[in-house]
């Protein structure tokens, strides 16, 4: 069995350190990056004899839920130490507990978010940590809808009259120099585990001329100690970076207050982030959005900074795309649908009753491809493509259809996870390639002459493009 190693940051500087079984990365890099570092986990683990299969899978799920967290909670406090399977390490400021688990137990342990098995010893820190842990280590991509990028064919130039070194990538975004039309796309922010990312992956961006999303700032609210969290750019003193809100938080603040938080973090802009369909999968979500074009119809008018509106995985209509240029919005970031699922990562941290619900709606979404030549039909200055994005082709598919960036969340991340910086820097390395690659191909020496090289449509993406 394929195993992948999870964690979950609890508040007061304790992690819980989970092997989970049976998740299967949906794609090739993925499955390689992922796997190839749970492997190593997992044959560590089996040397130091940490593998555990204590709860029989045939017993009611409450039973095995309340067995599975009395032998963790009664490892967090340390009185399980030596028992096989289950091993409580110390360390500065809390423990450390590594243990292996099978999928139903992950299950029951995303569901209850370690609550019941923590009993007082520590607050469980929000949704934030299974959100990281799901998107490294859980199989959460889109299962049959694709970014349908692969219906966009770029025609190959047998004369291109380019050299290779003569391909320039940078391009001018939100008034700001990139060196390449990608941005790490927003993610996260809020706990210790994140002020590490966040900065790992800033750093990346300024090395790289990248742009840089923080993740949302509602954290910021509440905490305004967690504003290392956020706190970037002293790595990253010249790359775009986007701030994070979202909208329902948005509309309950005054323009005076958002801009704050942004300019809290030294960002160049706010993504207002868009995200019903999780939302209505998370038992803690919001339920009532209405008055979210007004907030952003205020913030555009009032905020005095650029402001990007975006999805965060399901995309942007033509008709959405028309509201928000009647408020004056220029800048979307689509986060269409076919590369990770937030209602698939919601569906994984729900209870039995709503999960049938996250099921149900796990594919739902405007395929990137499909949601950027949407966009394009209404002139906005800028197209932030993300979602299921790659490779550098997809890169330069996205750019042909009228994006001026491709964003990338999920795989940067699983790269950081698995790789470290290097690995990375090494992600990106493939990807840049690739793009200029398909830029020689098509004859466009810059990203905006890709912009006009001709294209072919095909398959489930001209229907979109007809249709809607
Ligand atoms: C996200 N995403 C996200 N978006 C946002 O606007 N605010 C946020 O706080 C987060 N948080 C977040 C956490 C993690 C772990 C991931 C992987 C993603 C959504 C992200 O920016 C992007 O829109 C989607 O994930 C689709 O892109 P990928 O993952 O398919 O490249």
Redesign the pocket.
């Known amino acids: 069995m394929q195993e992948l190693e999870r964690h979950a940051e609890l508040d007061g500087g304790l992690e819980v350190r989970v092997l989970v079984g049976g998740a299967q990365p949906r794609c090739d890099e993925r499955r390689t990056q992922a796997l190839a570092a749970a492997q190593r986990q997992s044959a560590q683990r089996d040397q130091q004899g940490l593998h555990l299969r204590a709860v029989p899978v045939a017993e009611p799920l409450a039973r095995r839920q309340n067995a599975l967290h009395a032998r963790l909670g009664a490892a967090l406090h340390g009185s399980n130490q030596g028992q096989k399977g289950v091993r409580s390490r110390g360390h500065a400021g809390g423990g450390n507990l590594i243990a292996d688990f099978s999928a139903d137990e992950r299950r029951s342990l995303v569901t209850r978010r370690y609550q019941a098995l923590c009993g007082g010893l520590a607050d469980i820190s929000s949704r934030?940590a299974d959100?990281?842990d799901?998107?490294?280590s859980g199989d959460v991509?889109f299962r049959s809808t694709t970014t349908l990028l692969e219906c966009v064919r770029l025609v190959h130039d047998a004369l291109p009259e380019l050299a290779y070194e003569e391909i320039d990538l940078s391009t001018t975004v939100l008034g700001k120099r990139l060196r390449a039309p990608l941005l790490i796309?927003?993610?996260?922010?809020g706990t210790a585990r994140a002020e590490h990312i966040n900065r790992e992956l800033a750093a990346i961006a300024e090395e790289r001329g990248y742009a840089f999303?923080?993740?949302?700032q509602?954290a910021l609210l509440k905490n305004r100690q967690a504003l290392s969290t956020y706190a970037v750019r002293d790595m990253a003193p010249s790359a775009l970076l986007l701030g994070?809100l979202?909208v329902v938080q948005a509309g309950q603040m005054s323009s005076a207050e958002v801009l704050e938080l942004v300019q809290l973090v030294g960002a160049d802009a706010l993504?207002v982030?868009l995200?019903p369909a999780m939302e209505l999968v998370q038992e803690e979500g919001d339920r009532d959005f209405r008055g979210g074009l007004s907030t952003i119809a205020r913030l555009q008018a009032e905020l005095g900074l650029p402001l990007v509106v975006?999805?965060?995985?399901c995309g942007i209509s033509g008709s959405v795309a028309a509201r928000l240029k009647g408020a004056g919005v220029r800048h979307v970031?689509v986060?269409?649908a076919?590369?990770?699922s937030?209602v698939g990562?919601e569906t994984e941290r729900a209870t039995p009753a709503r999960r049938p619900l996250g099921e149900a709606f796990w594919d739902w979404g405007i395929p990137t491809a499909a949601s950027v030549a949407l966009c394009a039909r209404h002139g906005f200055d800028t197209i932030f493509a993300?979602?299921?994005?790659?490779s550098g082709l997809d890169v330069a598919r996205a750019l042909a259809l009228g994006a001026h960036l491709g964003?990338?969340?999920?795989?940067?991340?699983q790269a950081l996870e698995s790789g470290g910086r290097d690995g990375c820097l090494a992600f990106f390395d493939r990807i840049e390639a690739e793009l200029r690659t398909a830029m020689l191909l098509s004859g466009a020496r810059t990203p905006a002459e890709l912009g006009r090289v001709p294209r072919l449509i095909t398959g489930e993406l001209v229907e979109w493009l007809r249709q809607l």
Do not use: P
Request: aromatic share 4%; proline share 0%; hydrophobic share 35%.
């Open positions: 934030k959100h990281l799901l998107a490294i991509g796309a927003g993610m996260t922010g999303g923080l993740g949302s509602r994070n979202g993504c982030h995200n975006k999805e965060t995985g970031d986060s269409g076919g590369g990770t937030w990562v993300t979602g299921g994005v790659g964003g990338i969340a999920r795989f940067a991340l």
